[in-house]
């Protein structure tokens, strides 16, 4: 196991990692909104008000975006 799978994004990181902003990364989360994304990564609590993301999810979640996109495009 690498150390990238235990590592835990704050919000300023994940949106930097995906160049999403905080609302749209909030609206991917939302099942109400229209950008809603079931397979963007979910949060996890790290404290009383403070959650984290998972850093192996998130990068795998960019493969994903990226390889979609590449079969798509030809």
Do not use: H
């Amino acid at each position: 196991m690498t150390t990238e799978e235990y590592k835990v994004l704050r919000i300023r990181q994940v949106c930097e990692m995906t160049g999403l902003s905080r609302s749209s990364l909030y609206a991917k989360l939302s099942p109400n909104c229209k950008q809603y994304d079931s397979t963007f990564p979910r949060s996890f609590k790290l404290g009383a008000a403070a959650v984290g993301w998972n850093q192996a999810s998130v990068a795998n979640w960019i493969k994903a975006k990226i390889l979609a996109d590449c079969l798509t495009s030809s």
